[in-house]
């Protein structure tokens, strides 16, 4: 079993999992609710050489979809945004795989920190 997070627009993060024998490409589908995806690079690298990835809505933004500020941040397609729910998950080579419990605790602690500081911003 692998697990994934994902994250919606207002920075709730649900874990998911994928069983060992269920295909990626339709469980990410499901899970993002999406009927396209497509990868974008995060500028994290969690373990050695394991990229961050996050799993986006390739029509999120001709559906007019909701920006999604942490997946954003992490992103490098600056200047451009993120919109809709993301899954986070690694790259592995050519391969993606699942989270370890350090990289979900990292993701998860990370995006409480960013709401902080985003709620901070807000009600100052």
Sequence with gaps: MKNFLVLDTNSK??????????????????????????????????GKDRKLL????????LKNK??????????????DVIVGKVMFAKQKDDEIVGLSDAD???????NSQFKSILLNRLFK
């Design 104 to 110: 979900i605790d990292v993701i998860r602690t990370t």
């Design 13 to 46: 993060i649900d874990l998911v999992s994928l069983a060992d024998n269920e295909d990626f490409l339709s469980f990410a589908y499901k899970a993002l609710n999406v009927d396209y995806i497509e990868t974008v690079t995060c500028n994290w690298i969690l």
């Design 66 to 79: 909701e920006e999604n500020p942490f997946a954003t941040l992490v992103s490098t397609v600056k200047p």
């Design 54 to 61: 996050l799993i986006v809505d390739e029509e999120g933004k």
